[in-house]
T-cell receptor
Framework: EAGVVQSPRYKIIEKKQPVAFWCNPISGHNTLYWYLQNLGQGPELLIRYENEEAVDDSQLPKDRFSAERLKGVDSTLKIQPAELGDSAVYLC?????????????FGPGTRLTVL | KQEVTQIPAALSVPEGENLVLNCSFTDSAIYNLQWFRQDPGKGLTSLLLIQSSQREQTSGRLNASLDKSSGRSTLYIAASQPGDSATYLCAATGGGNKLTFGTGTQLKVEL
């Protein structure tokens, strides 16, 4: 079974430029999460989708960040414009909505460097 | 708001040693507690998940315990190996399947 796929793995951009990250969850997983991980810190949730609906985006900085999951499968996270402080690893995870507990499975992440 | 703390932040041990990593959380109303491993430049790999009704889980050389009343969990690694070198993260699961992570313990097992 293929895991969570993310691309690109690495991205270097100049500040004020736009950037987008893509995530394809595990097949059949209805719930998709985007996390931000700063260096030396644990991941922090940015947004959670149930199918195509964003059910928790309270931690998403909406002035510059946006996300979409149009068909309830893969998702895109966008930053426009990027700032120096956005340099971090962006992790995507997915989980099945069924079952007693909803274990989250993580992708390898996209490491963003803003110069 | 849930806060998760991990001690120590870094640990270096000789190969073969048994070790314990600590995790504490402030809100005991959790659904489960997970331990993850993260290798440099990689994503998170789930090691063990302890349901709120359970006291411990074991997988190979790993054993994780949970004490909800005291807000603590420990990860025990037996007979450590250089391949165990990584960052270990614990995460408490709250409402909405929201994971709150600690800052991790960076483990180095030396030959």
């Amino acid at each position: 079974e293929a895991g969570v796929v993310q691309s690109p793995r690495y991205k270097i951009i100049e500040k004020k430029q736009p950037v987008a990250f893509w995530c394809n969850p595990i097949s059949g997983h209805n719930t998709l999460y985007w996390y931000l991980q700063n260096l030396g810190q644990g991941p922090e949730l940015l947004i959670r989708y149930e199918n195509e609906e964003a059910v928790d985006d309270s931690q998403l900085p909406k002035d510059r960040f946006s996300a979409e999951r149009l068909k309830g499968v893969d998702s895109t996270l966008k930053i426009q414009p990027a700032e120096l402080g956005d340099s971090a690893v962006y992790l995507c995870a997915s989980s099945s909505s069924s079952g007693y507990y909803n274990e989250q499975f993580f992708g390898p992440g996209t490491r963003l460097t803003v110069l | 708001k849930q806060e998760v703390t991990q001690i120590p932040a870094a640990l270096s041990v000789p190969e073969g040693e048994n070790l314990v990593l600590n995790c504490s959380f402030t809100d005991s109303a959790i659904y489960n507690l997970q331990w993850f491993r993260q290798d440099p430049g990689k994503g998170l790999t789930s090691l063990l998940l302890i349901q709120s009704s359970q006291r411990e889980q074991t997988s190979g050389r790993l054993n994780a315990s949970l004490d909800k009343s005291s807000g603590r969990s420990t990860l025990y690694i037996a007979a450590s190996q250089p391949g165990d070198s990584a960052t270990y993260l614990c995460a408490a699961t709250g409402g909405g399947n929201k994971l709150t992570f600690g800052t991790g313990t960076q483990l180095k097992v030396e030959l």
